[in-house]
């Protein structure tokens, strides 16, 4: 079973530090995205990253996806208490998956302190 | 801007009772998924509709058979529930099937089912 692994599973900081979360996996993607959930509520989508090596910015958020494709990564600049929630990797395998077959990572749960 | 309505918000089962979530998207997209969300196994697919009239088994389809009824509606039906299904499960929607760029998956804000 090709899994998608973030981490850290859990991440609790001051109002202000700087952050990195990493998804990863030994299989190939043909794309990958990132949501943020937040309590009682779905997913919500916040980049999509389809080129090896390719960066994107949402304001202080900067999505980063590895040469390979195999990996990701998202940064946080500043994290403010309005950035605490459950963040989400997914992606679409390369090779050896189905169509509409969208694989989770379990999600990093970020806190932000005041 | 309803986007994906999924019902109902909350059940408790007995088990070997069934019961069917519905959903329904405004956004005249092709494809639709179910995915369930247990703490600490991320989301994961029990089964998806890439377009109108197909339906197709994810990750975890055991225990669970889906209607792709129009382009809107996309039930989830749990026919002798067990406590192994109590689960938040979240109904999707997509312009098309899979990741690519400019193709947002939306979620609904999902169903918390318990099975006693």
């Known amino acids: 079973t090709q899994l998608l692994e973030q981490s850290p599973q859990f991440l609790s900081i001051q109002e202000g530090e700087n952050l990195t979360v990493y998804c990863n996996s030994s299989s190939v993607f043909s794309s990958l995205q990132w949501y943020r959930q937040e309590p009682g509520e779905g997913p919500v989508l916040l980049v999509t990253?389809?080129?090896?090596?390719e960066v994107k910015k949402l304001k202080r958020l900067t999505f980063q996806f590895g040469d390979a494709r195999k990996d990701s990564s998202l940064h946080i600049t500043a994290a403010q208490p309005g950035d605490t929630g459950l963040y989400l990797c997914a992606g679409a395998l390369l090779y050896g998956g189905s169509q509409g077959n969208l694989i989770f990572g379990k999600g990093t749960k970020l806190s932000v302190k005041p | 801007n309803a986007g994906v309505t999924q019902t109902p918000k909350f059940q408790v089962l007995k088990t070997g009772q069934s019961m069917t979530l519905q959903c329904a998207q405004d956004m005249n997209h092709n494809s639709m998924y179910w995915y369930r969300q247990d703490p600490g196994m991320g989301l994961r697919l029990i089964y998806y509709?890439?377009?109108?009239?197909?339906?197709d088994k994810g990750e975890v389809p055991n225990g669970y058979n889906v209607s792709r009824l129009n382009k809107r509606e996309f039930s989830l039906r749990l026919e002798s529930a067990a406590p192994s299904q109590t689960s938040v499960y979240f109904c999707?929607?997509?312009?098309?099937?899979?990741?690519?760029?400019?193709?947002?998956?939306?979620f609904g804000e999902g169903s918390w089912l318990t099975v006693v």
């Open positions: 509709s890439a377009s109108e009239g197909t339906t």
């Open positions: 999707a929607s997509s312009p098309s099937p899979g990741t690519g760029l400019g193709n947002t998956i939306y």
């Open positions: 990253v389809v080129t090896g090596g």
